[in-house]
């Protein structure tokens, strides 16, 4: 069902689309948020003594290819925008879905190592380092989880040559989450 | 626009699902005097505890200790998230934003309409909060861990979660909001509104959501982190696991502190467009106001830990935090300065909704000016967790969320509904209003600083604070508070009875400049049949060589 748009939403004083200046604080607020768990997180380490020891348990391993995946499927989004706007919906629409499968590999890793953590004893009540680490890293995925659903339900509009400037707006919404793990990763799985 | 296509919505669609911003508006607005009700019946009972303990009150029964508390915690959340914030930021800025800055509707209308369906259901689980085992939460409205994390502390189990989900749901709805708004004031504006075109009110309400959104995020965090020591006694907020209960007090504050300003500054708004109309005269330095308001909310994201000198936070940063506080009364002065100069030499018409404008200047200089104490660490020492740190903050609160509210609806609400509210019945509503919240809070003032201490349930058990010249204030006050709320009921039955019965507003009933004025009372879908575009500024009252004393924003030359 179509949604008669108001007039509103067209207008641009700024010169910048509504919806791109939306997704961009859409990104200021989630900013305050992981910023505000990163904080805590970063003023609790650095005030108590034996983190160390229980980040020596993270597998950076994990963690680096996880960073890989992640950057790999921003990169295939830069393309599908770029497609996008070059109006080729079909290279377009496989590029969203290679997004989309890049975001279902990190979680699959993700959930492989959470498992192994966990039968190993690691879990969030162990100390307060886990705490942090599943909910900053449950956070995020959360948000890999939220921008892949919405890229598979702009893949099919893009198909039908509808809404292509959303791809750049999922776009930047998806380089910021993979900016999010850019700086979880070294706090969690680099400082040991 | 789609008129036609409107024309068939049904009943359900045009007011419970509709995307139409001035329904979601009067949405929030009413779920908003609904809960305020509510707020103000909690007050009540717990005030007739305090005046009479141990006594029945009638219509609730004995308050207990437990249910004394979850009262005293609820009135503040209800007061706080469901009132204050629903009724200046989405009610007026749901309502007027489009209006004001002629455009249609909000940019995101589905996003709006999720808005107040989350925040609907924030509301509807607060509620639920009260019948479940254990009842409702009793912490207070701060949630100070462990009182808020460990159920073996707060005997609520399920009380604490469902408060914290609430107002965490509250929190997505008004980010939801907040976006919308400052999206669309910064794209929608009608075709010639320039940046200092913009009516404060517009301004203020963005500002705010923008201070919102920058203070919320780590209590949505802090929410996430309180959750999982609930419902997993995960660590966070426990000494024993290697957490700090101290870093609670930091994530609220952070956001609580600003939240004052986040509602206050909405107050401001209203109060800007109302003395210019009823002084007949510019408003005086908009570029001030506007840089003022500002800065006061930038300054107001570093005065946080204010609140917590005396929860063993260094001395030297309760140094620091003194000087922020004590700065940002700067602005507010300068702001509040700015208002009465607007004042000097206008043709003052003294209508329900200048009087409790001009009263929310006075009331709100005598909550800011007794703020000092407790901002200097070194008073608020002693000041700190009585009575008189809760007259402070009602004294700024209750001119923000009920003063300007007020001020508010008696100005628009010709707007709203297409008729006018009556006056002597404003009269009436605003000194009953004004006289008991003075009787109220005054006598607090004086008995928080004999001692009295705001978490105390019966003073029959502190014989030092017992003293029959101390009950008698305490009974003035509740007694005032009876009153107070009595002197609503000609507000509401004003209220309802001129919607239907009230004299037609007409489009402009009170001279004004701004664009809402210029579409019909009440707007139709759509706002305008053709959309205005904007040729000056808003407050160009009394125009020297002007026949007429205003001077509408959408009129040629």
């Keep these: 069902m179509s949604f008669p748009q108001p007039i509103a939403t067209n207008r641009s004083a700024t010169g910048i689309p509504t919806g791109k200046l939306a997704v961009w604080w859409v990104i200021g607020s989630e900013i305050v948020i992981f910023g505000g768990l990163l904080v805590s997180y970063i003023m609790l380490r650095l005030f108590h003594s034996g983190w160390d020891a229980e980040a020596a348990h993270t597998n950076t391993w994990f963690g680096a290819i996880n960073t890989f995946v992640l950057l790999t499927s921003s990169l295939f989004v830069v393309l599908a925008h770029q497609a996008a706007e070059a109006g080729e919906e079909k290279k377009a629409f496989r590029l969203i879905w290679l997004t989309i499968g890049g975001g279902a590999i990190f979680l699959i890793n993700k959930a492989i190592e959470w498992s192994g953590e966990i039968s190993h004893g690691l879990v969030m009540t162990k100390s307060v380092f886990w705490s942090f680490y599943y909910t900053a890293c449950g956070l995020h995925a959360l948000h890999v989880i939220a921008g892949m659903v919405i890229m598979a339900i702009i893949s099919f509009d893009v198909l039908k040559k509808q809404h292509m400037n959303r791809v750049e707006l999922i776009g930047i919404y998806w380089h910021f989450v993979d900016i999010v793990w850019i700086f979880l990763f070294p706090m969690l799985y680099i400082a040991k | 626009m789609s008129h036609a296509e409107h024309a068939h919505q ?89 209006l004001m800055i002629g455009c249609d509707d909000m940019v995101f209308p589905r996003i709006n309409r999720l808005s107040f369906q989350i925040f609907f259901l ?92 920058a203070s919320v995020g780590p209590l949505v965090a802090g929410a996430v982190m309180l959750l999982f020591d609930q419902l997993f006694a995960v660590g966070f907020y426990n000494p024993a696991k290697g957490g700090d209960p101290i870093l609670w007090q930091h994530l609220f504050w952070f956001f609580g502190h600003p939240e004052v300003y986040v509602v206050l500054l909405p107050a401001m708004g209203i109060v800007a467009e109302i003395l210019p109309v009823f002084a007949r005269k510019k408003l005086f330095g908009y570029k001030t106001i506007l840089y003022t308001a500002i800065a006061t909310g930038t300054l107001s994201m570093f005065v946080w830990a204010h609140h917590q000198f005396v929860a063993g936070i260094d001395p030297r940063m309760a140094n620091v935090f003194t000087i922020t506080t004590v700065l940002i009364s700067i602005p507010i002065a300068e702001m509040v300065f700015v208002y009465i100069a607007t004042l000097y030499k206008g043709s003052i018409e003294f209508s329900s909704a200048m009087l409790f404008a001009l009263s929310f200047l006075v009331t709100f200089l005598l909550g800011g000016v007794t703020g000092i104490f407790l901002g200097a660490s070194a008073s608020d020492i002693y000041f700190h967790d009585t009575y008189f740190v809760l007259a402070h903050f009602h004294f700024t609160f209750v001119p923000i969320a009920i003063l300007a509210v007020f001020a508010g609806i008696y100005y628009w609400y010709p707007k709203m509904f297409g008729r006018m509210m009556n006056e002597t019945l404003g009269k009436i509503h605003f000194w009953g209003t004004i006289i008991t919240f003075h009787l109220i809070f005054l006598p607090l003032f004086y ?34 508070l009876i009153f107070m709320l009595l002197f609503q009921i000609p507000f509401l039955y004003n209220f309802v009875v001129s919607w239907k019965k009230g004299a037609k507003a007409g489009k402009n009933p009170w001279n004004a400049n701004t664009l809402e004025w210029t579409t019909e009372s009440p707007p139709p879908h759509g706002n305008w049949k053709e959309l205005p575009s904007v040729y000056r500024g808003p407050y160009e009252y009394s125009v020297p060589g002007r026949a007429s004393d205003f001077w509408p924003q959408n009129e040629k030359a």
């Design chain 2, 122 to 213: 924030s509301a509807v689980v607060l509620l639920a909060s009260f019948f479940v085992p254990g009842g409702a939460f009793a912490g207070a409205w701060t949630a100070y861990p462990p009182l808020s994390s460990n159920p073996d502390y707060s005997l609520t189990p399920l009380g604490s979660v469902l408060w914290l989900i609430a107002v965490a749901l509250e929190f997505v709805a008004f980010l939801l909001g907040g976006i919308n708004f400052i999206t669309t004031m910064m794209n929608a504006r009608a075709p010639g509104m320039k940046m200092y075109d913009i009516p404060i009110l517009v301004w203020m309400i963005v500002i705010a959501s923008i201070v919102f959104m």
């Design chain 2, 447 to 480: 008995t928080g600083a004999a001692g009295d201490h705001r978490r105390i349930y019966n003073y029959d058990n502190f014989p030092d604070l017992a003293k029959p010249y101390m009950n008698d204030l305490r009974i003035i006050a509740t007694i005032a």
């Design chain 2, 10 to 98: 049904s009943i359900w669609q045009k007011y419970i699902f509709s995307t139409d911003h001035k329904v979601i508006g009067l949405q929030y607005l009413f779920t908003g005097m609904f809960m305020a009700l509510l707020g103000g019946f909690f007050s009540y009972a717990f005030r007739m505890q305090m005046a009479f303990p141990g006594k029945d009150v009638p219509l609730w029964g004995l308050v207990t200790a437990g249910e004394y508390n979850a009262l005293i915690t609820n009135h503040g959340t209800i007061m706080i998230f469901w009132v204050a914030m629903p009724v200046l930021i989405a009610a007026l800025g749901n309502f007027l934003i489009p």
